[in-house]
């Protein structure tokens, strides 16, 4: 079965950086584009960053646009998000999903069970 | 930014009723939005993509629609497993998620 375990979460302070990342197993990792998905405390979901299969398209929310950056090793199966300048308000519950397609064009069919990042 | 607007947030169902779910965007994404369903403790599930394909393993009582930039998610026949929040996603333009709909037990 396809299976996404995400690690790296913490407490950090905030304007300091982490990094998440995402193990991936069950599937063949380079078919498939990657999103990050994030949920704040008593909030809703909001969508973070997907990269494609072979990393040439990448898209950001504006929330995030110039601070964080996702990258992908696909010989490694493993999805990144590096985050700089944390705020308070990037709390949250962090996802990797898997998309249906090798770009960003189907919706996410494999979740993570999350990482948790709290910025205090 | 596109901008999915879910309604109504909260809806009150018994089981074995159905219930109607909507999300609007703000321009045009085409048939390009999925619909999942969320549990406490659980990961988000996909229900459907591409607007009406209903996703595998997904009962054939989850039902999408779309008209225009209106789309609705019905659940026939609620079961007690189908209750929590549902959000509708749109991929045309890399990502947006509306605000999500609860659904609750009457």
């Known amino acids: 079965d396809a299976l996404l375990v995400e690690s790296g979460g913490g407490l950090v302070q905030p304007g300091r950086s982490l990094t998440l990342s995402c193990a991936a197993s069950?599937?063949?990792?380079?078919?498939?584009?990657m999103h990050w998905v994030r949920q704040p405390p008593g909030k809703g979901l909001e969508w973070v960053s997907v990269?494609?299969?072979?990393?040439?398209?990448?898209g950001y929310a504006d929330s995030v646009k110039g601070r964080f950056t996702v990258s992908r090793d696909n010989a490694k199966r493993s999805l990144y998000l590096h985050m700089n300048s944390l705020r308070p308000e990037d709390t949250a519950l962090y996802y990797c999903?898997?998309?249906?397609?090798?770009?960003?064009?189907?919706?996410?069919?494999?979740w993570g069970q999350g990482t948790t990042v709290t910025v205090s | 930014d596109i901008v999915m607007t879910q309604s109504p947030p909260t809806l009150s169902v018994s089981p074995g009723e159905s219930a109607t779910l909507s999300c609007r965007a703000s321009q045009s994404v085409s048939a390009n939005i999925a619909w999942y369903h969320l549990k406490p403790g659980q990961a988000p599930r996909l229900l459907i993509s591409a607007a009406t394909t209903t996703a595998t393993g997904v009962p054939a009582r989850f039902r999408g629609s779309r008209s225009g930039t209106e789309f609705t998610l019905t659940i026939s026949s609620l079961q007690s497993e189908d209750f929590g929040v549902y959000y509708c996603h749109q991929y045309d333009n890399w990502g947006t998620f509306g605000g999500g709909t609860i659904v609750e037990m009457k």
């Open positions: 069950g599937f063949t990792f380079d078919d498939y584009a």
């Open positions: 990269i494609s299969w072979n990393s040439a398209s990448i």
């Open positions: 999903a898997k998309d249906v397609y090798a770009s960003n064009g189907g919706g996410m069919d494999v």
